[in-house]
């Protein structure tokens, strides 16, 4: 944003030409945050959500994820054959020690899918970070991506007025690999 400018001008004046007789033209290019406390905030504050993104069982974005419910599929699966020995770990008896009730469940697609070059990684860091952590990188950069946010280019797209939310359901990667010869890469994802 330059300021006023021309077009900004000739929108003003078709507005009144049209009739329009209140008419504010702000020049924004210099905006600062007012200094006060965000933390005194209330609840009538107003938020958007511009920009959304996630990996679901059954589906690989929201959109998918809302067909899915739309169509009301079940996508209760075996577990895949890439993930662990199901047979080894179930017990439908429910007897056995550290032993799932059942061979099904609800899996998300390719969870190993991760560019760690492109978040500036190696790739013995990516193999050392949980794959949560990963799918937040990927989910997190498909939302601004999808939001069309671009640093510091508006009065709303200030560094100071983002925020972002990431939401998980489970955190055994720590348990998982409590027992391994970890490295120094592994706290990355820990």
């Given amino acids: 944003a330059f300021g006023v400018t021309s077009i900004t001008n000739s929108l003003a004046s078709a507005l009144k030409n049209g009739g329009q007789s209140a008419i504010t033209v702000r020049d924004q290019s210099a905006w600062v945050p007012a200094d006060h406390d965000s933390r005194g905030r ?3 504050d107003k938020i958007a959500i511009v920009g959304m993104s996630g990996r679901f069982p059954g589906a690989a974005n929201p959109e998918a994820l809302w067909d899915l419910l739309e169509r009301g599929l079940d996508v209760h699966r075996e577990v ?3 993930r662990f020995d199901a ?3 179930c017990d439908p008896s429910g007897k056995g020690k550290n032993k799932s009730h059942t ?3 609800c899996f998300i697609d390719e969870p190993g899918l991760f560019d760690p070059r492109f ?3 190696s790739p013995r860091e990516a193999a ?5 952590g990963r799918l937040a990188l990927t989910t997190a950069y498909e939302a601004l991506e999808m939001s069309g946010y671009v640093p510091n280019r508006t009065p709303s797209t200030k560094l100071e007025r983002i925020g972002t939310f990431y939401g998980q359901t489970s955190d055994d990667w720590r348990e998982i690999n409590a ?5 120094t890469y592994f706290i990355t994802g820990g």
């Fill in 119 to 121: 978040f500036n990684m």
């Fill in 80 to 82: 895949p054959a890439d």
């Fill in 128 to 132: 050392q970070t949980d794959p949560m």
């Fill in 179 to 183: 027992s391994e010869n970890i490295d």
């Fill in 87 to 89: 047979k080894a770990h």
């Fill in 42 to 44: 209330t609840q009538n």
């Fill in 103 to 105: 061979p099904y469940g």
